[in-house]
């Protein structure tokens, strides 16, 4: 009993330790942008990069992994960029609103892989198999004409 108590304890204090370590003596990586604003600009850039990286027909894991892989490399520095924020309240919201805006769009990523992979690739097959491949049928995707525009 007593050896089993013993373990549990040790499990309990490493535990413990390596917790209190990442709370309070984490390694924050310096920002590799010169101020606030600039980071803030990255992080932006990248969620839009990830959007785009994540739409496709592969399904909701596939579309994931692809918006998470773009997020990189900017945002393993978002507690720098945070840091060097902080004092700011307009940065600080901004920041706040970058983040919000992170989750929001991969909440949607993961409803858009869900709903409408199916029907991406549904309408590319029949794209592929009746449209394109029909006898006597272009090889190429008929473009729209471009509106004329008004001088103003």
């Known amino acids: 009993m007593g050896a089993y108590y013993g373990l ?5 204090v490493l535990a413990t ?3 209190a370590r990442q709370v309070f003596w984490s390694d924050t990586l310096p920002s590799p ?5 600039e980071g ?9 990069r990830a959007r785009a990286a994540a739409s496709g ?15 990189e490399p900017e945002w393993r520095s978002r507690d720098a960029v945070a840091d060097a ?4 309240r307009t940065d ?13 769009e991969e909440h949607a990523v993961r409803h858009e892989a869900g709903d409408l992979a199916p029907l991406r ?19 190429r995707l008929p473009v729209a004409p471009r509106p004329e525009r008004q001088p103003r």
């Open 85 to 88: 924020c902080r004092g700011s």
């Open 33 to 37: 942008w010169g101020s606030c604003r």
């Open 17 to 19: 330790v390596q917790i």
């Open 121 to 139: 690739r549904r309408v590319q097959t029949i794209l592929q198999n009746d449209l394109l491949l029909a006898p006597g049928a272009a090889r």
């Open 57 to 71: 027909n592969e399904g909701e894991d596939a579309a994931l992994d692809g918006f998470r892989r773009a997020l």
């Open 40 to 48: 803030l600009l990255a992080l932006s850039a990248a969620v839009d």
């Open 8 to 12: 549990a304890a040790v499990i309990s």
């Open 92 to 104: 600080e919201r901004a920041l706040d609103a970058i983040e919000r805006l992170r989750y929001a």
